[in-house]
């Protein structure tokens, strides 16, 4: 079950990299952001209405959500948003491809049962060159402003990246649904109140049956679903296997943009995506000692 979730995830988000694509020939970044989770938040009150949804109870639960909703959320999307306007997308994919390598770190900080060992170094550095290889032509920073998109890249990896194992190492007993429902609802304040202030009234922008379809499929397969599924992922299998998705991703928008797109896939596509299948492997296939005891505790 957890393999099958963890290819749904990948082609998922993989997915997803098209419509922001598209979505943003229309619509201004943090704008389409926000639209994106407010949408998300609203297709999500039914059940918390209902209490089919368990709402937080204690400070330590509300300090974690609110934390990690604003940095998966705030920070992280609106930056990725943000971001493209000045890079390319082949460069946002390689350097958000930065999430495995400060969760690699993160874990052996705050998951005393996830050590770095050399072969996750071995495997997170493989998948990157796979990543950085398939978008090797899209590699360059021509101005201050493309430096600027790039380093915003790496620090909503981080971001990311921090939210999930802070999730995975204090958030085990929350609902997935739940959390990312209250994580939007504590991230999106930030969001919304920039795009107010910089992108102008949303009601005067070019709202087209384009960008409608794009804003639905970000939010419901995007957003609701993969969330969901992610972090009922996350609280079974390690982290860094569960952030090896960001690896997989890019490849799979590749193929999707060339079948769909009509965009000329890249020579070296299937070098780099051999690499990517063998970081994946490496880690897919370790042998493990501790996560069995560790699920079979999480599930008491």
Not at 15 to 42: C, M, N, Q, S, Y
Not at 188 to 193: K, Y
Not at 268 to 287: A, P
Request: charged letters at 10%.
């Amino acid at each position: 079950m957890t393999i099958l979730v963890w290819v749904i995830l990948c082609i998922v988000w993989g997915t997803t990299w098209i419509f922001i694509k598209v979505g943003l020939e229309d619509l201004p970044p943090i704008t389409f952001a926000a639209a994106r989770f407010i949408l998300a938040v609203l297709l999500l009150s039914p059940l918390v209405v209902a209490g089919r949804l368990p709402i937080p109870r204690t400070k330590r639960e509300w300090r974690l959500i609110a934390l990690t909703g604003f940095l998966q959320f705030s920070i992280n999307y609106s930056l990725v948003f943000w971001s493209e306007q000045y890079i390319t997308s082949g460069l946002a994919a390689v350097l958000q491809a930065m999430i495995t390598v400060f969760g690699l770190l993160l874990a052996w900080i705050f998951l005393p049962s996830e050590r770095i060992t050399k072969l996750k170094i071995f495997a997170v550095v493989v998948g990157i060159i796979g990543v950085a290889v398939i978008f090797i032509d899209q590699l360059k920073i021509e101005n201050a402003m493309a430096f600027a998109g790039s380093a915003a890249i790496v620090i909503g990896a981080y971001a990311a990246a921090q939210a999930s194992i802070l999730v995975k190492a204090k958030g085990s007993g929350l609902h997935p649904a739940s959390l990312v429902f209250w994580q939007m609802i504590c991230g999106l304040p930030a969001i919304v109140l920039y795009a107010s202030i910089a992108e102008g009234n949303p009601l005067t922008l070019n709202w087209t049956w384009r960008a409608i379809l794009c804003v639905l499929y970000l939010t419901v397969a995007g957003t609701i679903a993969a969330f969901w599924l992610y972090y009922w992922l996350l609280s079974r299998i390690e982290s860094t296997k569960a952030m090896m998705i960001s690896l997989v991703t890019p490849l799979i928008a590749v193929i999707i943009g060339g079948i769909f797109l009509n965009e000329t896939l890249p020579p070296q596509t299937i070098f780099g995506g051999l690499l990517i299948i063998v970081s994946i492997g490496l880690i897919v296939t370790r042998k493990r000692k501790l996560e069995p005891q560790i699920n079979a505790d999480e599930r008491k």
